[in-house]
């Protein structure tokens, strides 16, 4: 049981970190053009030099919205950490993990949403760009959609043991 418990601290440590590089990391979606290649993330576009992110009026709305849900996924994800170590030396067994597992789904579903508008609206699209591609972050931001769910549904059958 406290190698199950380790390795999961270990993961949901991982999925933190990675929360975190993909956020604030500005390689969201790759383009080359014949001045190069450029990478834009949730907050600046950087080619040889980094500026803000210029977005159309129409599309504001949902870059706001993936970089708030990002942000609360970051929140809750870092929340569940601090409460499972809380519940691991308060609670007593069978009462454990409720709230870590049901904040981790809380991330989850902010990944979800996130990463699904920017999927919907910014997929294909870099400025100046002949081709495009998903860059690191945004596949990070798959991988900890992933992580979250199995630590949060592990959370919650951890409960009984």
């Not at 950087?46 to 919205?65: H, Y």
């Not at 170590?85 to 597992?101: A, H, N």
């Not at 997929?123 to 900890?144: D, E, Q, V």
Request: aromatic share 14%; with cysteine.
């Amino acid at each position: 049981m406290l190698v199950l418990l380790a390795g999961i601290f270990v993961v949901h440590i991982a999925t933190v970190i990675m929360l975190f590089v993909s956020t604030i990391a500005n390689v969201w979606m790759v383009g080359s053009s014949n001045f190069g290649t450029a990478s834009s993330g949730l907050w600046l576009l950087c080619n040889r030099t980094c500026e803000q992110l210029i977005v159309s009026g129409r599309d504001e709305a949902s870059l706001k919205a993936v970089q708030a849900f990002m942000i609360l996924s970051i929140i809750f994800s870092v929340v569940a950490l601090v409460m499972f170590v809380v519940q691991l030396f308060t609670l007593e067994k069978g009462k454990r993990f409720y709230i870590t597992g049901a904040i981790m789904l809380v991330c989850w579903m902010c990944i979800l949403i996130g990463v699904s508008i920017y999927t919907a609206r910014f997929t294909g699209r870099m400025p100046g760009s002949t081709t495009s591609h998903h860059g690191y972050c945004f596949i990070l931001a798959w991988i900890c959609f992933c992580f979250s769910f199995i630590i949060g549904i592990l959370y919650l059958v951890l409960r009984k043991k």
